[in-house]
């Protein structure tokens, strides 16, 4: 029996104080963590062929997150990607999904969901014997949407803004607002990037068939 490759989480963050404590983090459940401190030094460096997932901020001076993945895609380096940002806009996650992104979490993270998704992550080989039984149970959330709300979630999803959705439906932006926050509710997604990611897991949409958002 082949030995266990060791994992290596590689985390890219600008921020030395939150690099620090991220590391420290995975060190504190027993993972590797390589830190740096720039997206050049990172791909200089990184193992193509490691056991191994990448956390990559978004804003970064130089050679941001999203520039970071698409520099990895161009060298064959397909090591899956989670991002980390505070600045989760829906043109960020399209583009980040778009790209083959795994998972993107908003900072401030919560730890568990952190390691949760890092996991994840570096078990995605293994997983995949999963993923019908997932997409089952999200299809199975999603199905409990009223009409209208699923009206609203499907181009949600897809990148269009409260204005454009609002002028497709013939409703007011103030409506679909109203929607949005009851969507989120009924589907325990704290965010928009989650909602996103459900409907992807759902099959319901192609990362690749995304769009951004105009400004709604």
Known sequence: MMPTREQIVYVVDDDQGMLDSTVWLFESVGLKAEPFTSGQAFLAACDAGANACVLLDI??????????????????IALPVIFVSGHADVPIVVRAFRAGAVDFI???YNEQLLLDSVQQALSRGRQEACDDVARQLVRARLAELTP?????????????????????????????????SRIMKRLAADNLPELVGLAIAAGLVDPLDLRGASPG
């Not at 804003?59 to 060298?75: I, N």
């Not at 409703?171 to 929607?179: A, E, F, G, P, R």
């Open 106 to 108: 908003e900072k401030p």
């Open 148 to 180: 209208r709300e699923q009206d609203i979630f499907l181009p949600l999803v897809q990148g269009y803004g409260n204005r454009e959705i609002a002028e497709q439906l013939g409703i007011s932006v103030k409506t679909v607002d109203l929607y949005r």
């Open 59 to 76: 804003r970064m001076p130089g050679m941001g997150g999203l520039h970071v993945q698409e520099e990895m895609r161009a060298r064959g």
